[in-house]
């Protein structure tokens, strides 16, 4: 391909990006990608990089960072009407690695460079939420998985206090610091137009198998199948939430009596109290939120 642009976080992974790009820029070179390259100077700069490079006419946009770097570089390209005409290179440096567990990437990056040599075109789809930010909606897409709740309180205290940790130990801080303060909370839940009234611990989004760095969280969800998988922790203690994270890691906690899975195209969240939202393993704001699927809306290099 030619116009090829690589869009690079150099603080992904608790900043050791920063040590691994020239390795990377390397690697590329050697197996004879002709490409540009910028670096990423602060959160939300990613966005800007992808829709200029769309719009310079790039034909292959490759993300060098985390699963957040990702995110960012999906939504630069569909708000440069670019999404379709634009293929994406994944090459995971972050603490996570989530999504390219379920797509088939490898998470080495010398083993992902050398995937961009004889490419194979993946479509999958994307997630869009609406949440409440300063007072107003905003829109945004998810590649991953997206959620409210216990959930998006373990992405705050895992991004802010704990990410220099590191891949599992800063969730596992995250979490465990989550588990102390935080109360389940009561929401109007709308799948597809069915209201229910819950007290739920957590409800996640998904579009891939994984999150919070190897949690195994929806193993039935395929990417491209035009749907999310939701999954609905209810209103579990604390004592057995954590009894249950083994679970969770192992795909084996949608028995539990207070877990349940719906597969929806379109989900509506309404707290009676604050509930923070996440995308792709980063803060947003907060709900209501209203979740749905863009089938077949993403062009991924495998």
Not at 21 to 35: A, Y
Not at 61 to 85: K, Q, R, W
Not at 96 to 104: C, E, F, K, Q
Request: charged residues 20%; contains cysteine.
């Amino acid at each position: 391909m030619s116009h090829i642009k690589v869009i690079v976080n150099p603080v992904a992974g608790a900043g050791r990006t920063t040590k691994k790009w020239p390795e990377i820029m390397g690697l590329l070179k050697s197996i004879g990608l002709d490409f540009e390259h910028d670096l990423t100077e602060a959160p939300g700069h990613a966005i800007e990089l992808a829709k200029s490079a769309a719009k310079k006419g790039c034909e292959l946009v490759i993300s060098v960072g985390g699963d957040g770097t990702m995110n960012e570089v999906v939504n630069g390209l569909y708000a440069a009407d670019g999404i379709d005409n634009v293929m994406l290179g994944i090459i995971s440096t972050g603490t996570g690695a989530d999504y390219i567990r379920t797509i088939g990437i490898p998470r080495s990056y010398k083993e992902a460079c050398h995937c961009l040599v004889n490419p194979r075109k993946l479509i999958v789809d994307l997630g869009v939420i609406e949440y409440t930010s300063n007072g107003q909606t905003v829109k945004r897409l998810f590649v991953n998985f997206a959620g409210l709740g216990f959930d998006a309180e373990i992405v705050k205290a895992t991004t802010q206090k704990f990410k220099a940790l590191g891949n599992t130990s800063s969730y596992l801080m995250g979490l465990f610091t989550t588990l102390i303060f935080y109360e389940n909370r009561n929401v109007s839940l709308i799948v597809d137009g069915e209201v229910e009234e819950r007290k739920v611990c957590t409800v996640l989004m998904s579009n891939g198998r994984y999150g919070g760095g190897g949690m195994l969280a929806a193993p039935n969800a395929d990417p491209a199948d035009g749907i999310l998988d939701v999954l609905i922790i209810d209103d579990l203690t604390k004592l057995d939430l954590l009894r249950s994270l083994p679970r969770i890691y192992k795909g084996t906690h949608l028995t539990h009596p207070k877990v349940t899975v719906k597969r929806a195209r379109e989900v509506e969240i309404r707290p009676a109290q604050q509930m923070a939202v996440q995308a792709d393993g980063e803060l947003l704001g907060e709900a209501p939120a209203r979740f749905y699927i863009m089938p077949a809306a993403l062009n991924v290099v495998i």
